[in-house]
């Protein structure tokens, strides 16, 4: 049998994609899996059925279908770890370098941070205040592109308890309710 520490999880990308949501790393549970948050525990599958982003509570089966919504999925470092503080400073250099390149190339109109963490080391931002939501400047660009607009949740891990299962959640309904002001959202507006 595999070790998890030797699975690696694929990046669901193309150009233009309307959110991609990053992640720290994989973790047991997930690299095991082999699938994006498949610890029952994390709330991120939960929180993009009930922020409103997709018509139902998808599995972590059906990663791949993110992009069916326009949607990505990556992790800043790819390294699989029983738990994030098991990774190092390389760890995080070397993704960001990684990221920062994936970013310039594919161009997404808004990258979704699933945790502090992962925004801090993506933009080198490790020691400012952060402010979960909608960042004040888009991020990443070149000359010729202004770069993605910025969201930050509270990690979905179950192992967060800084912030409550609906503050977690309620941040995936704000980044609908962006999505629809920016007329990118995949899914008809109930209101109309």
Not at 124 to 133: I, M, P, W
Not at 150 to 178: D, H
Request: one cysteine or more; proline letters at 6%; aromatic letters at 12%.
């Amino acid at each position: 049998m595999v070790d998890f520490m030797e699975k690696w999880l694929p990046t669901y990308i193309r150009r233009d994609l309307a959110v991609l949501f990053c992640g720290i790393n994989p973790g047991r549970v997930s690299a095991t899996a082999g699938y994006h948050y498949a610890n029952p525990a994390n709330l991120f599958w939960r929180g993009l059925f009930e922020g409103g982003l997709t018509p139902r509570k998808l599995l972590p089966e059906e990663t791949s279908s993110l992009l069916d919504y326009n949607y990505g999925i990556t992790d800043l470092v790819s390294r699989p770890t029983r738990s994030s503080t098991e990774l190092r400073e390389d760890d995080y250099a070397t993704g960001a370098a990684h990221f920062v390149q994936m970013i310039q190339t594919y161009r997404p109109r808004v990258i979704c941070f699933n945790g502090i963490t992962a925004f801090r080391h993506a933009t080198g931002q490790k020691k400012e205040a952060v402010t979960l939501g909608l960042q004040p400047e888009q991020a990443f660009g070149t000359d010729d592109w202004k770069g993605s607009y910025v969201f930050v949740i509270p990690s979905t891990s179950g192992a967060n308890a800084s912030f409550t299962r609906e503050e977690r959640i309620a941040k995936f309904g704000e980044l609908s309710v962006f999505l629809r002001r920016k007329d990118w959202h995949p899914l008809p507006d109930p209101q109309k």
